[in-house]
């Protein structure tokens, strides 16, 4: 009997003493500075409003000479596609050879509030697509759109493609919005009254975005302090997830008549599938899209079901389309360990391709 009491009240004890270490490395951890995040050096070459244009320093000799734009969302920070060292997809086309540009969209304010939808795409991306052109001297250029910035980068390719996009690929990027998903249902006329709502905050909150995202996964808090817990002992899983966890509550706000905007024409309307949306005056008609097309979307996707993107396969009139259905959901295909084995590399094949055409 007292075998057994020493045994069950040694392993009692070291329980305890690890649950407490646990909980004080978890202290620390929130008493620490944020983790390091967006480390590939870059120059900026251009400026608009809030908006940075930046140019990847190269390592390597640049092996292709169509340069790569990479157009993030605009209600999380850019730096998802380059999060950090090991985890960066501009670091890893940077290091084969690329010539790598970014749109950080900044933090918008208050008096961006009538900043549009339009001016998005005819306005800051054109002209960044121009400041990238006159740089290289190339005559077009790769676009590559992640989730909203993929809704930019179809569209644009759509209105001004046959001048300056020698290819297109969209990432995890939307475009039937009435995929029966929880955030579509959500989004319909009769569930959101989204005039009421700009009309009150002038720009669509960051805070309401980040609850609404939580809402779709109820349990995710739960999930990362579970997470986080079992990474304590791992310093580079602990890193990696810090990192990640950081960027997802790192949301800005969107000016309140883009997001107007996105949310009637798209969620409620439908209108962008039916080459009905007016952009500028004109209508983006997907047929008008040629170039090589490489679209890319991600099993388990809740913010963009796959059926939501796969669809623009068959509306493009693109010769040279490709779907690549990757495993993982929104994010972790992009930066997930998977991603250095899955995504990236079938991306950069795919492009390298198609970079050394004049």
Known sequence: MYTLWKQWSDHTFEATLDFWKRSLALGQLKQDDPPDVAQTPADVIYTE????LLRYRPTIERRHPIPLLLVPSIINRYYILDLKPGRSLVE????RGFDVWMIDWGTPGPEDRFVTFDYHIDGYLLNCVRAVLDATGQKKLSLLGYCIGGVFTTSFAALHGEKYVQNLMALASPLNFHDEGLLSRWARKENFPVDALIDTYGNMPHWLLQTSFKWLRPTTDLRNQWALWERLDHPERLDDFRALNHWATDNVAVPGETYRKFVKDCYQDNLLIQNKMQVGGRAVNLKDICCPFLNITAKYDHICPPQSASVLNELVASQDATLLTLP??????????????GLWP???????????RD
């Open 92 to 95: 890893y086309l940077r290091e």
């Open 49 to 52: 409003n809030k908006l940075r």
């Open 328 to 341: 993982g959901g929104h994010v972790g295909a992009i930066v997930g360990r998977e991603a250095t084995e």
């Open 346 to 356: 079938q991306l950069a094949e795919w492009l390298a391709e198609r970079s050394d």
